[in-house]
């Protein structure tokens, strides 16, 4: 059991010192969008500082326990943190009024609780009611940031915004196993078990500070650009009650503007560029950006990702009755007709033919077997 006792001492050590040192150095970052790094420094201080508590305590370390004793309660300042740089990421007003999410978290540590049972399933309560809430309101704002990004890209693997998500969902994990953890101490109360589940614990978290130091570093500056770029993206609702109630006469002039775009993007072939943005495709149809985004959603009934996509798919179905089919791979067509990743074509080919690629392929063959057309 001593063993145990010291990985997770160890853990603990590295857990902490390293989300001191990862958040100092997102405070002291000089990048644009400097909140959001705030943010990030907050969320990942709040993790380490809750096991420096435990440090002082550890009898492990000898005359520390015994002199110094420092009580912090970051809990509450995990979630808001977290969901406040979700708020960033899409570019979201962040007034004043939001920080009122750290009061929870202030209050206890300025009145404190006791350890009586009433008090601690008042604070139990609160921190399940708050943190859930903040984890579906960081859900939902981090999806209705995708679809922007589907709106203005037609390729977004690489700007890919999981790690934000990946980060909530630990955190999730962390306090339902801290709840589970609590329960099975109780109805068991063995001290191997209590180690162990410990180390567990020092694992996860330390893997959760990491991640956000891994990602958040290589990501920030590029999330800023991104994020500023779609930031005037307006999302349609599906369902628009407006779009019916439109004059035949506007119905048909946008149709008509939608038709000549197209036929433009298939002469011309913009799809093939593979870095091909709204502004990109608005530029080189002397359109504006909102003017064409408008024209998509009403006339294609799709986002730009999924329009330009689709030139995509048919322009490899032609590749593959050409003569490079002799001489290219399945993967070298599709890069040919604008794919840059083997996930983003098998993906949207799927979704738009039903087949994968290679069933396809396969299906051109076969004289029994009629291929679809869009």
């Known amino acids: 059991m001593k063993n145990f006792e010291l990985i997770s001492l160890l853990f603990d050590l590295l857990t902490a010192f390293s989300g001191i040192t990862i958040g100092i150095l997102f ?3 000089k990048i644009k969008n400097q909140k959001g790094n705030i943010y990030l420094a907050l969320f990942v201080l709040s993790l380490s500082l809750g096991f420096i508590e435990d440090l002082f305590e550890d009898e492990n370390l000898g005359i520390l326990s015994d002199n110094i004793r420092i009580v912090i309660e970051t809990d509450f300042f995990i979630m808001p943190s977290i969901f406040l740089y979700a708020l960033t990421v899409a570019r979201k007003n962040i007034s004043y009024a939001w920080l009122l999410l750290y009061l929870p978290g202030i209050l206890m540590n300025i009145i404190g609780f006791s350890d009586s049972e009433g008090e601690e399933i008042i604070q139990g309560l609160a921190f399940v009611l708050l ?38 969902i630990t955190t ?24 162990f589940l410990e180390l567990i614990l020092s694992m996860l978290t330390f893997f959760a500070v990491y991640w956000v130091g891994y990602n958040g570093f290589q990501q920030i500056g590029y999330i800023n650009d991104v994020s500023e770029a779609v930031a005037l993206i307006e999302i349609p609702e599906e369902e628009n009650e407006d779009n019916n109630s439109q004059p ?22 913009y799809f093939t560029n593979p870095n091909l943005t709204l502004k990109l495709l608005s530029g080189f149809l002397f359109i504006k ?73 396969n299906g051109l063959r076969s004289p029994n077997t009629c291929s679809r057309t869009c």
């Open 27 to 29: 405070i002291t970052l």
């Open 248 to 269: 035949q006469n506007i119905e048909n002039v946008n149709l008509e503007k939608y038709k000549r775009c197209c036929e433009q993007i298939l002469k011309e072939k």
């Open 289 to 361: 950006e909102r003017e064409l985004s408008e024209l998509i959603n009403s006339c294609a009934k799709s986002n730009f990702h999924g329009f330009i996509n689709k030139f995509r798919v048919e322009e490899f179905k032609k590749l593959l009755s050409s003569d490079k089919v002799v001489h290219y791979s399945i993967l070298g067509l599709a890069k040919d007709a604008g794919f840059s990743s083997k996930s983003t074509f098998y993906k949207v080919f799927k979704e738009v033919e039903g087949v994968t690629p290679s069933e396809y392929k």
């Open 131 to 168: 943190n859930f809430s903040l984890l579906f309101f960081s859900f939902r704002v981090l999806n209705r940031f995708k679809k922007k990004l589907k709106s203005y890209y037609s390729y977004i693997e690489d700007k890919n915004i999981s790690w934000v998500k990946t980060i909530v």
């Open 172 to 195: 999730l994990i962390i306090h339902f196993y801290i709840l589970f953890e609590g329960v099975l101490i109780m109805v068991f109360d063995n001290r191997y078990l209590e180690v």
